[in-house]
């Protein structure tokens, strides 16, 4: 017994030392009429805001949906809370939250015997959460404080897929981005093909095939913009852990500006 309680305390001092750290992303609310887009906001140390700061938008997968303004930080998030990245690359993160009956891309979703299948449509009206999520970032990127040129948007697997779907309907608005585990209808991979990108993709993804990606990526390359392309052959579809342990992700996320 005199063993179990140091480790438990153990436990719960690096439990509350991570709650802390997230609590470093203040909670907003952005609100459009009756549609409200919950977010996170961190801002960099020793913020001015007579300054400019890049501005990044991370948007998560489909099982952190919700409207408890949390758990869209359960991956990612870390990563832009390393003593590292304050210290070398100060910058505004946003952590949007998509609605439980929204979806950030334009996508038609059949399951069958528990499997998904993913039909990417090119045209349409944005979702209701895209919608607020374009509107809460032209806001943003038109602060004081944002360096309109070194604007950035990542995400993985529905938010790799957001990622895609931002990225073609607000084009000139990025300096760069990153898509893990998502996909997109190919046929407008032309609108951002100037776009940097930086694409990830685990090659045992059993839930959004590595095929949406390479579509992409072979897109693009026809058109003689070839971006950055990682396929991890034994990754199934959390490749977002290798792609967050990639040391040049954000060092190249952040070289790239307008």
């Excluded at 952190?64 to 390393?82: C, I, R, V, Y």
């Excluded at 059949?110 to 509107?135: E, Y």
Aim: some cysteine.
């Amino acid at each position: 017994m005199k063993k179990i309680i140091p480790f438990l305390l153990c436990c719960f001092a690096i439990s509350t030392a991570l709650a802390q750290d997230f609590s470093k992303f203040k909670k907003e609310n952005f609100i459009q009429g009756n549609d409200t887009l919950k977010y996170r906001i961190l801002y960099p140390e020793n913020f001015d805001a007579n300054k400019k700061y890049p501005v990044v938008f991370f948007l998560h997968g489909r099982g952190e949906s919700g409207n408890d303004n949390e758990k869209q930080l359960t991956h990612g998030a870390k990563m832009f809370l390393t003593d590292d990245f304050r210290k070398n690359f100060p910058a505004v993160v946003v952590f949007p939250q998509c609605a439980e009956e929204s979806y950030w891309a334009n996508v038609e979703i059949d399951i069958v015997n528990t499997k998904r299948f993913f039909t990417f449509v090119k045209d349409g009206k944005p979702t209701k959460s895209m919608s607020l999520l374009l509107k809460l970032t032209d806001q943003l990127v038109k602060k004081p404080f944002a360096d309109q040129n070194k604007t950035y948007v990542g995400g993985l697997s529905m938010g790799g897929m957001g990622t895609f779907e931002i990225l073609r309907r607000l084009p000139k608005t990025f300096a760069a981005a990153f898509a893990i585990c998502g996909g997109h209808h190919i046929a407008n991979a032309k609108k951002y093909q100037h776009v940097p990108l930086w694409i990830f993709h685990g090659g045992l993804d059993d839930v959004v095939s590595p095929q949406f990606s390479f579509g992409i990526y072979r897109e693009l390359k026809k058109m003689g913009h070839e971006p950055k392309f990682n396929v991890y052959l034994k990754a199934n579809h959390n490749s977002w852990d290798s792609a967050f342990a990639e040391p040049e992700l954000l060092p190249w996320l952040f070289s790239n500006h307008k």
